[in-house]
Structures are given as C-alpha cells and as structure tokens.
C-alpha cells in the first residue's frame, strides 16, 4: 500500500491522549487545509482503512492494541479561528477554550461555556458538548464537514443534536464551524471565563493524566436529578483503584491514571463503577468516553 506523503506508519497515540494510555495508529497524518483532509479521507476510503480523529485528546480512551486504521489531527489552517463581524469561524481543530478567550477579546458573547470543554471545536459539534448551561447549537450558524467526496456545508438542524451525540458518520470530519454571537463589554465576558474557569478547577482533577467525564449524567427517573459523578460517590467509587486507573478523590466522574495504566485498567474501573452505581440505585450509566479502536467493551454491556 503507498500512502500519500506525510502519512507516518505506527504512530504511537497515547501520547496524544490526556489520560496516555492506548497503542499506535497503522497511519497516522495531519490536515491544515480541507484539500488535504479530503484527499486523505479519499485514499482511505479507497484503501478500505477506517478513519479515526484526534483532537485535544481529553476524552478519548485508545485501544491497547491501538487502531488498524488511519488516524488524522487537525492543524495549521484547520486549527485557525477568524473573527468574521459577530461571527467567529473556527478550524475543526481549534480548541474550545481558545475560542472562548477570544471572543471575550473581541467583546462577543455566546461561547463561554466553551472555556470549560477541554477539547476542539469539531470534538464538541461531534459529541454536542454543553457545559454550565451553554447551549451549542443555539449560536451554531453552520459546520463543513469533509468526506471521502469532498466538502458538505450543513446548518445545525441537519445535525441530529441529541444528549451528547451527533449525526456524523464515521468517515467524516469536521473542517469548519461558524458560531453567531452577540455583542458585550469584553471585561463582562472576561469576567464570566474567570468564574467558569475557577468552577472547573474546584471541581475537578488537572494537572493529572485524566480525561473528562467518564459516564453521562442519566436522565433516569432513579437517579433523582442526580450527576453520574454523585452517583458514584454514593456507590462508594471516590477512589477506587483498579490497576492504575482509579476514581478521582476530587471527582468520582473522573478517571486517572496514576502512573502507567493501560486502556483495559481503565475499562475495568468503568466497569466496577457502572456495577456499583446498578447496584446501588438500579440506574445503568452510558459511558461518555469516546473510544478508538478495537476497545474490549463487554465488561460494560451488561
């Protein structure tokens, strides 16, 4: 198989994932241009090779054995942000919270809730990641999706927009996203990102290799409008360690690996976890961690 320039063979991926553990990609390659992200998706396609993408990494759990595919990262152009009047077009591989910042600069309003999702844009417009009310699609004007075919511009309604999910096939990516925000005093919005941003850190782990929420909130009648991180705190899961994956102390919705956990560690504790909360309460938590990979899941279904 010839692959086209800039494409690596065995490419290791735990480093780029947050909580570092997982194997290497088949191919791996980076995109700064929609030109190029089509190209790569075609000859993908073409070659019969299934196509993963790596953002920030912050919620993403990579197979021990790594993906028998190719992997693509987002940058250059297609990690850029433009201001554009009251709009901001950001590259699918911009970070969430760099936007943020930046419109705050710009006195725009909208996004706030971006500085709390550690992740790209096109991570976010893929999994609808909301944080501490924002709402993503109320200032989503438009997204370019690439595929094997070339660019398909879409608006939000085409989306699918449910609880954490999208309508995004595999096989396609996206490049672009335009998000319609409203004008403020910069120092007001500034002031908002301060708060945000010091919500986050009380509330959970940094510094550590981790990853963000590992299980959705449920919307289960049993749950009783509880968080799936006090739902594990009552099943007694603060802590608990299984290998070198363990339950935040500050967060039961987090995992961490604290020293060199593999993928199936952290499945194990996921597992352990969705057990007791069942247990507990009778409510079956939805993993919200994004896997790459032939990820040995059976543990978790059940």
Not at 107 to 134: C, D, H, Q, R, W
Request: proline share 5%; with cysteine.
């Amino acid at each position: 198989m010839t692959a086209p320039p800039g494409v690596e063979r065995d490419f290791p991926l735990a480093r780029l994932t947050t909580i570092r553990t997982g194997g290497p990609a088949d191919w791996f390659a980076t995109a700064g241009d929609p030109g190029r992200l089509v190209s790569l998706l075609a000859w993908a396609r073409d070659e019969g090779l299934p196509v993963g993408v790596v953002g920030s990494g912050s919620n993403l759990l990579v197979a021990d054995d790594g993906f028998r595919g190719l992997v693509l990262k987002l940058d250059v152009g297609l990690a850029a942000m433009e201001p554009d009047g009251q709009r901001l077009v950001c590259g699918g591989g911009a970070r969430f919270p760099q936007a943020a910042a930046l419109a705050a600069r710009l006195g725009l309003t909208g996004i706030e809730f971006g500085v709390s999702i550690p992740g790209t844009i096109g991570g976010a417009v893929k999994m609808n990641a909301n944080a501490y009310g924002g709402d993503l699609a109320r200032v989503l004007e438009w997204v370019e999706v690439a595929g094997a075919e070339g660019l398909d511009r879409r608006e939000p309604g085409e989306l699918g927009f449910e609880y954490r999910r999208s309508n995004l096939a595999g096989g396609e990516v996206v490049a672009r996203a335009s998000f319609a925000l409203d004008p403020a005093d910069p120092a007001d919005v500034k002031r908002t990102l301060a708060h945000l941003r010091a919500q986050r850190k009380e509330a959970q782990p940094s510094g550590i290799k981790t990853f963000g929420s590992t299980f959705k909130n449920p919307d289960d009648p049993r749950a009783g409008g509880e968080t799936a991180g006090r739902l594990l705190d009552a099943a007694g899961c603060r802590g608990l360690l299984v290998g070198a994956a363990r339950f935040s102390e500050k967060h039961a919705n987090f995992v961490e690996n604290t020293g060199d956990a593999t993928t199936a560690d952290v499945i194990a504790l996921m597992s352990e976890g969705r057990s007791r909360v069942r247990e507990h309460c009778g409510v079956e938590l939805e993993p919200e961690v994004q896997l790459l990979g032939d990820v040995d899941t059976e543990a978790l279904c059940g």
